[in-house]
T-cell receptor, first 112, second 114 residues
Framework: AAGVIQSPRHLIKEKRETATLKCYPIPRHDTVYWYQQGPGQDPQFLISFYEKMQSDKGSIPDRFSAQQFSDYHSELNMSSLELGDSALYFC???????????FGQGTRLTVV | AQTVTQSQPEMSVQEAETVTLSCTYDTSENNYYLFWYKQPPSRQMILVIRQEAYKQQNATENRFSVNFQKAAKSFSLKISDSQLGDTAMYFCAFLQGGSEKLVFGKGTKLTVNP
């Protein structure tokens, strides 16, 4: 079965650079979530989209922005990167009639 | 705001034995869902089991079952016949009905010993 696809899987950026993470949800899933997981931490909710509109917002820094496109894929844009942004970034998707979210394999971002 | 508490940072169990991971949550709502996710060393987040708050029957998925005590706001995960591949971080998670925000506990690191 198709799963959530995230790209890239690994990314190394320097401080103050910009990064773009991409997420392709499971087909027919209309909700996308972004989570940030630091080392040894639980996943922290950043932002979610339902039917291409932002549906909820968590602890997402102002330096970050995200959107969901007409084909339901989503991108997380991160600017002015800081060392503390180094983390595993998960995307998850969810179908309309089910409550459970399915996660991608994550993008490991390292800021040096 | 909803909170999820996992009071056991680490646990270990012998292969083939049974282990129970604890989770409590706090909410004033009646419509919600609870989940257990597994995160093995690969860091992939894998859904283990889900429970709808309106269902009294405890969810079961093969060797995994839950003990859902709604009044006590408790949602424990029982793993029977533990296998080495069960070694992972286990996260309890809460989703408010109608919300998009999945709230995670801090996790329990489970080690299955041979």
């Amino acid at each position: 079965a198709a799963g959530v696809i995230q790209s890239p899987r690994h990314l190394i950026k320097e401080k103050r650079e910009t990064a773009t993470l991409k997420c392709y949800p499971i087909p027919r899933h209309d909700t996308v979530y972004w989570y940030q997981q630091g080392p040894g931490q639980d996943p922290q909710f950043l932002i979610s989209f339902y039917e291409k509109m932002q549906s909820d917002k968590g602890s997402i820094p102002d330096r970050f922005s995200a959107q969901q496109f007409s084909d339901y894929h989503s991108e997380l844009n991160m600017s002015s990167l800081e060392l503390g942004d180094s983390a595993l970034y998960f995307c998850a998707s969810r179908g309309r009639e089910v409550p459970e979210a399915f996660f991608g394999q994550g993008t490991r971002l390292t800021v040096v | 705001a909803q909170t999820v508490t996992q009071s056991q940072p680490e646990m270990s169990v012998q292969e083939a034995e049974t282990v129970t991971l604890s989770c409590t949550y706090d909410t004033s709502e009646n419509n919600y869902y609870l989940f257990w996710y597994k995160q093995p060393p690969s860091r992939q987040m894998i859904l283990v089991i889900r429970q709808e708050a309106y269902k009294q029957q405890n969810a079961t998925e093969n060797r995994f079952s839950v003990n859902f005590q709604k009044a006590a706001k408790s949602f424990s995960l029982k793993i029977s016949d533990s296998q080495l591949g069960d070694t992972a971080m286990y996260f309890c998670a809460f989703l408010q009905g109608g919300s998009e925000k999945l709230v995670f506990g801090k996790g329990t690191k489970l080690t299955v010993n041979p």
